[in-house]
């Protein structure tokens, strides 16, 4: 039966599956992986309940379904088995959302022996007594954090936020961490500062609309990200006429569209709104 055939499966199968699985663009497809991941099945011989547990959350993040990673991890028994991890995949996901309540709420669940080689608790705890008005105890933090850190690009929102400056933050030029990803774009939308590519890649399910709705962000990048989500069905084609309408090309472009096509060659989403 269909239920019977995850048990059936050989090691080496497992595992060329696991590894190699990959985002695409079959919606039937990946639907398919995703109800067959989250379904209460019989584990693999091969592995235990709380490793295949983990793999298949491992494995629905890496589909870049993490809402249905985070109900299914909450329905699991093994949950303690694997504990650190999947707090911090709770963590991540309430600051991809923009849910800066409930992720401040549960950071607390973390204690001074999790393993955290990118300082990301520290610099949770900096946003979240940032939020909290509690300006003298974030910067105790964040001085401790730049003692131990190299994480510049936490250090340029942090100074915006904390300054009230409204400018553009490089990303390619600066360090980064990418366990930080999702705190960087709660962040940066709380300051109502530009967004970047990285995070559309990085969780293009729940940040795309937040991207296509900053005006600070790229244009270029605001209309990928509406293909995008377009193509996620979270975003229907009169919203994208609509911020196609929205570019603001200048009388040469328009009076040369023929010539200025060929310059959006490597942009189709700008072509397409010149059009």
């Known amino acids: 039966t269909i239920s019977e055939f995850w048990q059936g499966s050989n090691k080496d199968d497992l595992e060329f599956l696991f ?3 990959e985002k695409n663009n079959s919606k ?7 109800q067959n991941l989250i379904q209460f099945i019989n584990t693999p ?12 959350v491992q494995t629905l993040i890496k589909l870049g379904h993490k ?7 909450n329905s699991i028994n093994t949950y303690d088995s694997n504990k650190q991890f999947y707090d911090m995949i709770k963590l991540n996901y309430h600051f991809s959302i923009n849910d800066l309540t409930e992720a401040c709420s549960f950071k607390e669940v973390f204690n001074e022996k999790i393993k955290d080689n990118n300082n990301l608790v520290l610099k949770i705890n900096i946003f979240c007594s940032f939020l909290e008005n509690k300006i003298e105890e974030a910067d105790f933090l964040n001085a401790l954090l730049i003692d ?37 774009s709660a962040m940066l939308r709380i300051g109502n500062l530009p967004l970047n590519e990285k995070l559309l890649e990085y969780d293009p399910i729940n940040l795309s609309l937040p991207i296509i709705l900053s005006p600070a962000s790229d244009i270029s990048l605001r209309l990928r990200s509406a293909h995008t989500a377009y193509f996620l069905d979270l975003f229907n084609s009169e919203s994208l006429s609509a911020l196609y309408q929205s570019v603001d090309f200048n009388i040469k472009q328009l009076n040369n569209s023929s010539d200025s096509i060929k310059k959006f060659k490597n942009n189709p989403e700008m072509g397409m709104a010149l059009l």
């Open 67 to 73: 809402k249905q990673a985070v109900i299914f991890l």
């Open 19 to 21: 590894n190699n699985i």
């Open 28 to 34: 039937i497809l990946t639907n398919l992986l995703v």
């Open 148 to 184: 131990i850190d190299e994480d510049e690009y936490f250090q340029k929102i942090y100074y915006n936020l904390r300054n009230q400056v409204n400018e553009s933050v490089e990303f390619d030029s600066k360090s980064f961490s990418n366990d930080a990803l999702a705190l960087y």
């Open 45 to 56: 011989k091969i592995y235990s309940q709380e490793e295949f547990d983990k793999i298949r």
